[in-house]
């Protein structure tokens, strides 16, 4: 739980993404009873609940305990962790993210079921108090090979499975993603032992003000980090030529909206995202319902912001579509909103400079086809984990930079104009790239 401008921020942690009808249900319950009722759904596929009541926090909190989201739902068996323990926790923000595809167990195409990594992956993350010291934003990408996954992220540490000698290996590197090229591979039962190595490799070496991987990575060097991760293995990660040229095939992110079946039958799943990631408790409350009569009772919410409901039959996935239409939420990729990303703004964001979702509304009006944009309040990017095509960060009420996405440039990417109103940006993102920039 922390602090915003519009009540207290509670952070929901999904490992995977993932949460059954039922919880969607207990969430929505206590951001209506405990909140404003507002939901947002996160880059790294978490819910937050936005605008808790002064004083309504403990009884938000034992809310979705109960439904078994949060620290309770993952310590049990630890020695010593109680209610009190896992309360400070939960207000303490003890976020880790560990992401895995929102397809993770139901993709027939994937080389290996992640989700049963899940269990002792978290185990470890909570089963050391030193871990504690790893940054909210710290996130681990498990990716099992699905076709949906979040490639266009950088993850502190991904591990990706390949097929290796008849068997499956799970590829890893630091810092990055898995279309960087692997650091070296290890069993599916030494992904545990690893993950660990690694978090002690990083802490041992980062210095006090370093708190993500490619920091550490900038100092050291990622093969030095996995050099002196090998204190803490009894094993050495393989690094064959198979590992060394292995490549991840390429996903269509697209495929987070819409119809898509999984499976011969017709039988697959449906994508849709609410307008910039926020919806009401109403709204949650129907995906839950829909996901109960027409999915597996489960929703996974995407890095992308979005949810999709697995296990639709062929026969039903029209009239989900439909509904998901009806609910407000955007299934189509082309759509303006489907292309806008925007941080929570001055509405409940002390530090932004700009109404950055109400300005993004105004902007999907003249959104120019196939412009993907991002509105950021300040520098600190909330929205996206990843640097969009287009961004427009705000320096004052109503009024932007624009920066386009550029590899030789950091940040943002290239300055393209100054001072734009969201007209202005709209006409300056519908005319052809240029070299120089209007500043
Ligand atoms: S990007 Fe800046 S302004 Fe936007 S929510 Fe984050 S801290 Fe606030």
Known sequence: MVAARDGGLCRI???????????????????????????????????????VCAGSEHALSETLMRAGLGPEADVPAIPGHDAAARENACAADDLRNLMLSPLAGCDPEACFDTTQLVAPILDLLQGEA??????????????????????????????????????????????????DGALGAVTPAQVPALIRALLHAFLD??????????EVCAVHGAHAVLQHAQRYLDFAPLRDES???????????????????????????????????????????????????????????????????????????????????????????????????ACTGSAGCAKSRADTKADAQRLAASLPAQADVHLSGCERS???????????????????????????????????????????AAQRLAQPPRSTPDV
């Open 13 to 51: 942690r999904l490992p995977g993404g993932r949460l059954t009808a039922t919880q969607a249900q207990a969430v929505a319950q206590a951001a209506r009873t405990h909140a404003s009722g507002a939901i947002e759904l996160t880059n790294r596929a978490n819910l937050q609940v936005r605008g």
């Open 130 to 179: 030193r871990f504690a010291a790893l940054s909210p934003k710290f996130a681990l990408l498990v990716d099992g090979g699905e076709r949906l996954a979040a490639l266009d992220h950088p993850h502190d540490i991904w591990l990706a499975a390949l097929a290796h000698e008849d068997s499956v290996a799970f590829a890893f590197g630091l810092a990055g993603t898995p279309c």
């Open 205 to 214: 070496l980062a210095q006090d003000d370093k708190r993500r991987m490619r």
């Open 243 to 341: 590992v060394c040229r292995w490549t991840r095939a390429s996903v269509e992110t697209a495929a987070r909206l819409g119809a898509h079946a999984l499976h011969a039958d017709g039988t697959g799943y449906a994508g849709a995202q609410p307008p910039l990631a926020r919806l009401d408790a109403g709204t949650l409350d129907a995906l839950a319902s829909l996901a109960q009569t027409h999915g597996d009772a489960t929703l996974r919410i995407t890095p992308w912001q979005g949810v999709i409901l697995p296990n639709v039959a062929a026969g039903a996935m029209s009239l989900v579509l439909a509904q998901l239409r009806t609910l407000g939420l955007v299934t189509d990729p082309a759509a303006p909103l489907a292309r806008l990303i």
């Open 382 to 424: 909330c929205a996206a984990a990843h640097r969009a095509p287009w961004t427009l960060l705000a320096v004052a009420h109503g009024c932007y930079d624009l920066y386009a996405r550029d590899a030789a440039h950091a940040g943002f990417g290239r300055l393209v104009a100054s001072h734009l109103t969201i007209e202005a």
